[in-house]
């Protein structure tokens, strides 16, 4: 009976103690304990009491939710922060480390909210609470042409980072992503690429400097984090190792105008045979050509209500249309590409065609940032060393047909990404692979989450004798629990060389020896992090 009774002492008190001090009060003494730290690591000219979302907070809900991109992750039994803090100045950041850590609270890091599993605002570790250190106030760009780089904060999106380098430069880029709303913090610390991959190589490999708070809440860039440090964030995910405040990257020269196209086949029209020469042509073209193959459902235009799949070729060229022709026609005459399906823009009007808009759409759409989701997916990720047989692919097709909602994107490498050694990053699939390939299946009501999530992994299962083994090879910015989980506080080390080797390959081991280094308690945890060695 004494420790009830004692417990409401320290309830009583927290209670009386706070509404004299801070407005907000909570029930809950270790969450009280954070909320009076704060202040006193924080700069006051920017109160950091205005940042705090409880949840009994009238905007908790809200703010929760805005940045949710796969409603799967939303079901009664989700887990909620105590409190998100909405950091806007660095010194919120450092507070947030500093005290979360002295309270015994968990932490998770939110930049652009995209992760596949969520593990930026939920977490699925039982009995632990936990609070949200949400970015998106921290999302200042600021470009250098001059220099040819520019220090962009990791609240920033992609879009936004698109658009400010072209409003500096008309022949400058960054080989980012497709989806304008992924946040940079993520992006970038999990080896992001996009459709410039084959002639620059990954977001990582670009990337000169970062600013970053440490387990102590210190600051540090490239030449007082080390080394090691900095080569662990480029690919290894940032949340086992600190918060990344800012990163400097490369800005990279592009000609003036690019050439898009995009041209669809259906079954009924080879896309099979278009295809099975794709995984021999594409990732041998020149690197700059980028022609990613995305597989569809759609509805037959012949046979109403008959489902058939189609194959869309979305290409990117650095160059001029008559010069793409003439490499294209000579290569992969399959392809039929034409004239009249290419385009030449400047490069931040294909980021739009790439990104889904309709031509004429201003730019502007790339400031906007992800309104709320409406379906519920899961995804995960192959490496293909070999090309799929001819005969398969048909299978695989019929396959596809019978589970009725399931996307395949086919991503090209060579070029550049086949000139990185493996340990260059953390992030080791360079030479050697022919394409990687995304698994997206989708659907509407939540009543069918387990008949989707059972069809997505009989199709994975179905795949295994065409992509990698031992280990089977994954992207981890693709998160999937599938392929290893703590559960538990610890992160155990078995289970994590698990996701570790099939993620990074041995790069795991030394993201483990800077772990140690940085931070031997296991303060940045989740439930795919890289964990530290026992204490000896
Ligand atoms: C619609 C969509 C399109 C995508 N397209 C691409 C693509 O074209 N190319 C590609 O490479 N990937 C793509 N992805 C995957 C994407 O790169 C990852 O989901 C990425 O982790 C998202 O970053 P985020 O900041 O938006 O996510 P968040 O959910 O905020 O974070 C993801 C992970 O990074 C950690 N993290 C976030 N910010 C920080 C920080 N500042 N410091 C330390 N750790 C941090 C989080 O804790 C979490 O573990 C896409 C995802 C979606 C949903
Ligand atoms: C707090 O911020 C103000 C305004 O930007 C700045 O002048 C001051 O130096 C900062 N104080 C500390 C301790 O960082
Ligand atoms: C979580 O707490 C419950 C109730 O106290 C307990 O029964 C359970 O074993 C705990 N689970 C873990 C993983 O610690
Ligand atoms: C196919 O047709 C069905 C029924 O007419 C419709 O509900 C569905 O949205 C269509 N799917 C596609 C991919 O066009
Ligand atoms: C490409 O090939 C097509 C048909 O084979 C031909 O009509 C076209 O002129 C060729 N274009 C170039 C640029 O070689
Ligand atoms: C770029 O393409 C646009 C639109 O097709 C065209 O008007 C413009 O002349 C091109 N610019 C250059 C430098 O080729
Ligand atoms: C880019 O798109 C805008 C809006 O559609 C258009 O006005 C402009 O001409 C395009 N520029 C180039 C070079 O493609
Ligand atoms: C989901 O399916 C259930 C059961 O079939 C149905 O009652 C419900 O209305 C559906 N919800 C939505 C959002 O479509
Ligand atoms: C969870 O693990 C952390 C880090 O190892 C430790 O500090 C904390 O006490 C543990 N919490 C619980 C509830 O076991
Ligand atoms: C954090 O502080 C402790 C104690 O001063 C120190 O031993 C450790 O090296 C520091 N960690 C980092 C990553 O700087």
Known sequence: MKIPSLRLLLFTFSVLFLSLSVSCTTSNPVLDGFLQCLPKYSNSSYPISDQIITQESTKFQSIFLSYIRNLRLLTSTTTKPLAIVTANHETHVQATVICAKENGLHMRIRSGGHDYEGLSFISYISNVSYIVLDMFNLRSININVEDESAWVESGAILGELYYNIAEKSKVHAFPGGVCPTVGLGGLFSGGGYGPMMRKFGLTVDNIEDARLVNVNGTIVDRRSMGEDLFWAIRGGGGASFGVILSWKIKLLPIPPNVTVFRITRTLEQGAIDVLYRWQYVAPKLPKDIFIR?????????????????????????????????????????????????????????????WAGYRAGTPTTVLLDRPKAPEILFKSRSDYVKEPIPKAALETIWQKILAMEMLQMQWNPYGGRMSEISESETPFPHRAGNLFKIQYYTLWANETDTKKYLDLSSKFRKAMTPFVSK?????????????????????????????????????????????????DPENFFRHEQSIPPLPHK
């Open 293 to 353: 193959a995305t597989s569809q459902l759609h509805n037959s235009t012949s046979q109403v209500s008959k489902k058939t799949v189609k194959v869309v070729f979305n290409g990117l060229y650095l160059g001029q249309k008559e010069s793409l022709l003439a490499l294209v026609n000579h290569s992969f005459p399959e392809l039929g590409l034409e004239q009249k399906y290419c385009i030449e823009m400047s490069w931040i009007n294909a980021t739009l065609f």
């Open 470 to 518: 031992n280990p089977r090879e994954a992207f981890q910015n693709y998160r999937d629990l599938d392929n290893g989980a703590n559960w538990n506080n610890q992160t155990d080390t078995k289970t994590a060389t698990v996701y570790g080797r099939k993620y990074f390959k041995n790069n795991f081991y030394r993201l483990v020896s800077v772990k140690t280094k940085v």
